[in-house]
């Protein structure tokens, strides 16, 4: 399965590259992770909708048309751990490509949600995208583990 990560970020820190790798690493071999970064927009001088617009733009780049969009966002469903597992496995059933993505600091723009085939949110806590990154490849292990029946998830 091809699975890809599109955050809005700067490049990992260090700590960061370290903590995804580690959860990488203990993915299946069958479960590729890429990871596509789209760097925030940081000018004062355009406003969040702006903003909004032209991260929308990066973001849709790395989308293509066959692919189950998940868009993280304080405004989606809460979702467990095992149903996020099953939602994986579900996935995984229909040979579709998996692509997750992760919004700026304005969130994400109505493109995103419209080519989103479900908008999920982790917790109503506020996270550093940075740490919500790494928040999720470790999910997404916990699911695969899950999913195998092996005794991470206890």
């Not at 990488?24 to 760097?39: C, D, G, I, W």
């Not at 479900?118 to 996270?127: D, G, K, M, N, Y």
Request: some cysteine; hydrophobic content about 40%.
């Amino acid at each position: 399965m091809k699975c890809k990560i599109i955050s809005v970020t700067h490049k990992p820190s260090d700590w960061e590259k370290n903590a995804l790798e580690f959860y990488s690493k203990q993915l299946p071999r069958n479960f590729n992770l890429a990871f596509a970064e789209v760097k925030p927009n940081a000018s004062k001088s355009l406003s969040p909708d702006a903003i909004l617009k032209a991260e929308s733009i990066e973001i849709l780049k790395h989308i293509n048309n066959q692919s189950y969009v998940i868009l993280w966002d304080r405004k989606g469903k809460s979702i467990s751990s095992k149903s996020f597992a099953e939602l994986l496995q579900s996935t995984i059933n229909q040979a579709q490509d998996l692509i997750f993505v992760i919004g700026g600091a304005f969130g994400s723009s109505e493109a995103i949600f419209n080519r989103s085939d479900i908008v999920l949110s982790a917790s109503e806590f506020t996270f550093p995208h940075r740490l919500f990154k790494v928040l999720l490849v470790e999910q997404i292990f916990r699911a695969t583990a899950i999913n195998r029946n092996h005794p991470y998830h206890k």
